[in-house]
């Protein structure tokens, strides 16, 4: 079964930094697009960052140039450093892997969810 172990989150003042990771077990990953997600209270779920298997990434227009993408394919571990914090960056931030076919348990897996808050 696939898991996403997600940590990083937490309390941070607006201006400051916070790194989220994403540790992926129980499949095979090299050919998975991974990304994050993020949920504020009474707002749907939007894409935050993704990153296809040979490096593609894409960002929200909201976070360009603020926050960077990054995986450690070695150990199936996904990345989001988020610099320049602002209080509206404050959400539960998912986790997101798709596992194509032809590996062990395809399918879209998402992490538990961890908090960023950013105070003002």
């Known amino acids: 079964q696939v898991q996403l172990v997600e940590s990083g989150g937490g309390l941070v003042q607006a201006g400051g930094s916070l790194r989220l990771s994403c540790a992926a077990s129980g499949s095979t990953f090299t050919r998975s697009g991974m990304g994050w997600y993020r949920q504020a209270p009474g707002k749907q779920r939007e894409l935050v960052a993704d990153?296809?298997?040979?490096?593609?990434?894409n960002y929200l227009d909201s976070v360009k140039g603020r926050f960077a993408i990054s995986r450690d394919y070695a150990e199936n571990t996904v990345y989001l450093q988020m610099n320049s914090l602002k209080p509206e960056d404050t959400a539960v931030y998912y986790c997101n892997v798709w596992v194509p076919p032809g590996n062990s348990h395809p399918g879209n897996y998402w992490g538990q969810g961890t908090q960023v808050t950013v105070s003002s």
């Open positions: 990153m296809s298997s040979i490096g593609y990434t």
